[in-house]
């Protein structure tokens, strides 16, 4: 293949599938550091919540939350596990250790230079002389079309 045609199929596809890319970027940031679960004190914004179910499930609707379950049936579901029911578990930033939180700080850092990256090569597409209305084509169908399947 000729190099000029590989830089426009690059282009193409990379102006159809930037939206997704900066879609789950963004939102596996927010869930590198748990942001998409209510945790402690904290309870996430429904969006967020939502935005992480259609990263995960490709489903956009709220988390179902574990409600606790009466004292009868937690007593009951101890009974047929066999034993007591397990000791309660310490929060996760309790417990991780520093390779794991210099990881996870590692791993926002690639996900906004993702973003950025996607959105400079956008703004690249979009200041080309040539081939303006077709990667604003792409980009609108490549936003577009998620949308309307998550909908259906």
Do not use: C
């Amino acid at each position: 293949m000729k190099p000029l045609l590989l830089r426009q199929i690059h282009s193409y596809l990379g102006a159809f599938i930037a939206p997704s890319i900066i879609f789950f970027a963004l939102t596996g940031a927010l869930q590198l550091f748990s942001l998409h679960e209510a945790h402690g004190g904290y309870a996430p914004a429904a969006i967020i919540e939502k935005l992480a179910r259609v990263h995960k499930d490709q489903v956009f609707a709220p988390a179902e939350h574990n409600k606790p379950k009466p004292e009868g049936k937690q007593a009951e579901d101890a009974g047929k596990e066999g034993g007591a029911s397990p000791a309660p578990q310490q929060d996760d930033d309790d417990q991780m250790a520093l390779s794991t939180m210099l990881l996870k700080w590692f791993f926002l850092v690639v996900a906004l230079g993702l973003t950025a990256s996607t959105l400079f090569g956008l703004w690249i597409a979009f200041t080309r002389p040539r081939g303006k209305a077709a990667a604003l084509w792409l980009v609108a169908a490549g936003a577009v079309i998620p949308l309307v399947l998550l909908v259906v």
